[in-house]
């Protein structure tokens, strides 16, 4: 790991040895000095020998096995005070000398207005799209006997609609005239847990330079939503993704089965829908597992 002209290369930690700490009772390769509780030391990042700080330094900050070289990160000093400079004496003034006044204090400046707290990103058309009230109104238009519900997310246009209608309105999206959403771009599931599973579809038209957010709303883990690859032939994989990453259903769907997980010999999917809030997270990896210290 040696850079060009001698530089030390990977830069590493400079610790001090617990009684927990792995080469407690061992000796640096450098000096042959056994290490002890609050000794100073630096770990390979090659082989991850202890060496001791000083010894690190002495042998050209490079292990003294395999030779890595390490620039060691010293600890930044906390709460210290910066230099005050003494005040030059003043002499005092001649006794004719007129008395200088102190000028009157400055007015103090306003403050500053504070943040808006709770305040979301600023809505801005995004360069080179279509303006996103255009979109919206074109959108609007198309849609308007299937129950939109508008929005703004930062540079372009949601709507959401009932399960019920968002196979009809991705239709209306992908063939109507000034609309001509043709991409599918991202088709993902968001868990809002007691309120519901979200379904989000990202499009855009690469004819008309524009894009928008397509939702819709589950009541609950189990609900199905009509499949949308009849629309965009990429839904497939998306849709038998997120499938089975939230325990939900895309009804119409040609080959529901699972894209990234196994079924068991009851045809259940195991592990599940590991993206619920209610999955259980697995454990930690134990300590040193990857040859890391164990008290990290």
């Known amino acids: 790991m040696s850079t060009e002209g001698g530089a030390p290369g990977a830069a590493i930690s400079l610790r001090a040895t617990l009684a927990n700490s792995k080469w407690l009772g061992t000796a640096c390769p450098k000096?042959?000095?056994v290490f002890a509780v609050a000794d100073q030391v630096v770990l390979c990042p090659s082989c991850f020998s202890a060496h001791h700080a000083t010894c690190w330094r002495e042998n050209g900050n490079t292990c003294a096995n395999d030779q890595t070289s390490g620039r060691i990160i010293e600890p930044r000093v906390r709460g210290a005070s910066p230099a005050v400079e003494t005040p030059a004496p003043v002499s005092a003034p001649a006794p004719d000398a007129p008395v200088a006044r102190p000028a009157a204090p400055a007015k103090p400046a306003a403050p500053a207005a504070a943040?808006?707290?709770?305040?979301?990103?600023?809505?801005?058309?995004?360069?080179g799209l279509r303006p996103i009230d255009g979109v919206r109104?074109?959108?609007q238009s198309a849609t308007n006997d299937l129950a939109p519900v508008f929005g703004t997310a930062i540079d372009e246009v949601t709507v959401t609609v009932p399960p019920e209608n968002l196979p009809e309105t991705a239709r209306r999206l992908k063939e109507t005239d000034g609309l001509k959403f043709d991409y599918?771009?991202?088709?993902?599931?968001?868990?809002?847990?007691?309120?519901?599973?979200?379904?989000?579809?990202?499009?855009?038209?690469?004819?008309l330079a524009q894009k928008c957010v397509l939702k819709t709303r589950l009541a609950a883990e189990g609900d199905a939503v009509g499949t949308v690859t009849t629309v965009w032939?990429?839904?497939?994989?998306?849709?038998?993704?997120?499938?089975?990453?939230?325990?939900?259903?895309?009804?119409?769907h040609p080959y529901p089965e699972p894209l990234l997980l196994e079924r068991d010999d009851q045809g259940t999917i195991v592990p599940g829908p590991v993206l619920l809030k209610r999955f259980k997270l697995r454990p930690k990896e134990p300590p040193a597992q990857y040859g890391f210290p164990e008290e990290e």
């Open 115 to 127: 943040p808006v707290r709770g305040a979301g990103p600023a809505v801005r058309d995004a360069k």
């Open 31 to 33: 000096c042959s000095g």
């Open 233 to 252: 032939a990429g839904a497939d994989w998306h849709e038998r993704e997120t499938a089975e990453m939230f325990n939900i259903r895309f009804e119409g």
């Open 184 to 207: 599918l771009r991202c088709l993902s599931g968001v868990d809002y847990q007691s309120d519901g599973i979200e379904v989000v579809y990202h499009l855009f038209s690469t004819r």
């Open 137 to 139: 109104a074109r959108i």
